[in-house]
């Protein structure tokens, strides 16, 4: 993007498009004041929607337009509120005929907002048993896919528009079409691309604010506010909560260069933000009753719940793997002892290859490198190395899709591969090793709805910014760029180093051993202690499990183990930083170890999950513990993260049980606590606690 359209983009950003001074006339509004005793503006259309022209409206008490009832109403439910809960409906006799209003109302300063909508179009009677028919189809969809094609057939019929579409956002903010319902009439989009610039920042933040957004007519003109300006309050109002915020003339000349003539669009949100929209289009004005209108969206969070289900499904799926391949690189170690950095990458390679879908892993370890599959040559990888010492200090892993963009590449090289995802590990306090995850180009083409190029053209003599004319295909190879790291693989990066760093530092240890008794133990500590909570390591975890369940064996005394991860930990590191993250899990830590037993011991399982190993405790005891841990957990402060809460499986020790035996059924019954709501305790019979 040349310079010139990003400083268009960047005006066209900042369009106060959240306070039109008009709105649709699909409806009509009207400004009170804070207290409800004064009509400070209406729309300009009041006499179409109610009745009464706008003079007789600003002379007029709400009390006595709207009626006592519903202003009492109104005044309770905004007492301490910024906007009325749902929606309230009113009849009011227009003409001679009765008619019925959908109210919607919320506070914008010293002003109170009503707008009106009437009710009509299909009788709730006609709707409900179709909404319930599409909600089983959305709720028995197994696929990504299928639900998704199920969500756009559902709208589609219950709508009627032309075309309905769900529009997912990458990281950059543009959007593809990944499924689509449409008339033979309407053109398809679905597998094409539509820039970020479609829809802008601030036009983005609206959706968390308010997630539908509907066009019924674009044809037809707004309605100014009558008087345009509030003597008062000057500033325009903010629409942002309400249904009938005018169309910015911007959109309006995109939808007509489309050539749609209505719109719906609704917000589908991840954990933190937007992941896409659900789109609907018509060729025709399309009216929606607000019945249809929430009936729309309904479905919609029906299907976002059962898509990100699906997605903690498959995330589950690959934690697993990501768990069997830590496993066995601990039985590896019991079975043939502790092994060389280089036998190890020669043995676990092909594991690791397969687990992050890289073509080639290296490993830096004392200024050595080892390296397997397609990977840079060995002088470029020691100065990869050099340069991660130099400018990456964090404990987090660094990774890149693009390093020809990156000022790795401008020092290293690297013109093999494309992607590269780098992993700390700290196996001394001067230098830290590496392992090294290369990925290989990955050819793609972006199929764009129009030339990205062609997004301004000159009037009057000024180059000015405009939506898209052509929606045509415009075809761009993007070259040079790997698949994208995913936030689940980075963490499983993390897991997987941190075992390393233990092998490394555990192998470092048996050469050392009866050398250098002082060394020795300061390396043991290290091995065995985790380097940001300073309790019991997941290798340290292991060995005492694998202890009690011998004495168990022997004595026959009990044994619990409880397994505790933090409720949306994501979201903290996700919206506070990983520092923050890292605060709350020492925190955690040194909480944990207060509330145990002289008898009970406290390790990190990995990343968020921790492990308590309750000797000489059966299934009832070891939820007293657990019940008393998660308590004192929900009562910490954890300064700006607000409270952090845990939820905790409990499992106990039976004849034939192994250490992954007895861990696994405690992950299952910790899992069954967070599907019952999290900041819980569930053993692994059942048994539960309620906060």
Request: aromatic residues 6%; hydrophobic residues 40%.
């Amino acid at each position: 993007m040349t310079p010139e359209l990003t400083a268009l983009q960047a005006q066209c950003n900042r369009e106060a498009v959240h306070a039109p001074g008009a709105i649709q006339p699909a409806g009509c509004l009207l400004s009170l004041d804070h207290e409800l005793a004064v009509i400070v503006q209406v729309s300009a259309n009041i006499e179409q929607i109610l009745g009464v022209t706008v003079s007789q409206a600003l002379d007029t008490s709400p009390s006595r337009l709207l009626g006592a009832r519903l202003i009492k109403r109104l005044r309770q439910e905004l007492q301490e509120r910024e906007r009325l809960p749902g929606t309230l409906t009113i009849s009011r006799r227009i003409d001679g005929c009765r008619c019925r209003f959908r109210i919607i109302a919320y506070r914008h300063r010293q002003r109170v907002l009503i707008e009106l909508e009437r009710v009509g179009g299909m009788k709730e009677q006609r709707l409900l048993p179709a909404v319930n028919e599409w909600l089983t189809r959305i709720a028995g969809a197994e696929t990504d896919g299928s639900l998704l094609q199920s969500l756009v057939e559902a709208v589609r019929s219950l709508t009627g528009h032309d075309r309905v579409m769900v529009y997912r956002f990458d990281a950059e903010w543009h959007g593809t079409v990944v499924a689509e319902s449409r008339s033979e009439q309407a053109s398809g989009y679905l597998g094409h691309s539509f820039p970020a610039s479609d829809i802008p920042p601030q036009v983005r933040g609206l959706y968390l604010v308010n997630p539908v957004r509907s066009i019924p007519d674009a044809t037809v003109s707004a309605v100014p506010l009558v008087p345009a300006v509030d003597s008062e309050q000057p500033e325009p109002l903010d629409l942002s909560v309400g249904i009938l915020r005018a169309v910015s003339p911007m959109h309006l000349r995109y939808l007509h260069n489309m050539g749609v003539k209505s719109a719906l669009s609704v917000a589908i949100r991840g954990d933190s933000d937007l992941w896409g929209l659900l789109a609907c289009h018509g060729l025709t004005p399309t009216p929606l009753s607000p019945l249809v209108r929430e009936a729309v969206y309904t479905l919609v969070q029906v299907t976002t719940q059962r898509l990100f289900l699906l997605k903690s499904r498959d995330e589950t799926v690959y934690l697993r793997r990501v768990q069997d391949c830590r496993e066995l690189l601990g039985e590896g170690e019991a079975q043939m002892g502790f092994q060389e950095p280089l036998e190890l990458l020669e043995r676990r390679s092909k594991e690791w290859l397969d687990l992050f879908n890289a073509c080639g892993v290296a490993l830096i370890h004392n200024g050595q490198v080892c390296s397997t599959g397609q990977v840079p040559p060995k002088d470029e990888l020691s100065r990869v190395g050099a340069w991660l010492n130099t400018h990456h200090q964090g404990s987090g892993v660094w990774c890149s899709q693009h390093l020809a963009s990156t000022p790795l590449a401008e020092e290293c090289g690297l013109a093999e591969c494309c992607g590269l995802l780098a992993i700390p590990l700290p196996v001394d306090v001067t230098q830290r090793d590496w392992l090294l995850l290369f990925r290989a180009e990955r050819l793609k083409s972006y199929r764009w709805a129009g030339r990205l190029d062609a997004l301004s053209h000159i009037e009057d003599g000024q180059r000015t910014l405009s939506p898209n004319r052509s929606f045509e295909t415009w075809l761009e190879e993007v070259r040079e760029q790997s698949e994208p790291w995913l936030p689940r693989e980075q963490r499983a990066a993390l897991d997987i180093g941190e075992d390393v760093t233990v092998a490394i530092l555990v192998k470092a240890i048996s050469d050392l051993n009866g050398r250098l008794t002082q060394v020795n133990r300061r390396l043991e500590g290290i091995a065995t202690t985790d380097a940001l909570t300073q309790v019991w390591n997941r290798y340290r975890i292991e060995q005492a499990i694998d202890r009690d369940i011998n004495m168990a064996m022997r004595l026959g005394q009990p044994s619990a183990l409880l397994l505790l991860d933090v409720d949306f930990f994501k979201r903290i590191n996700d919206r506070y930083g990983h520092e923050a993250g890292d605060a709350v899990l020492v925190t955690l830590a040194e909480v944990i170890t207060t509330t145990l037993r002289d008898s009970d011991y406290l390790g990190r399982w990995g990343g968020e999950e921790f492990v308590i190993l309750a000797s000489n405790c059966n299934l009832e005891n070891g939820k007293v513990l657990a019940e008393r841990v998660r308590k004192a957990v929900a009562a910490t402060d954890f300064g700006s993260v607000g409270q952090v809460t845990i939820s905790m499986g409990i499992s106990q020790w039976r004849p034939g049980d192994n250490r992954k035996s007895l861990v696994d059924r405690a992950d299952t019954a910790m899992y069954a606590a967070k599907q019952a709501g999290r900041n819980r305790v569930m053993t692994e019979d059942g048994q539960g606690s309620i906060p």
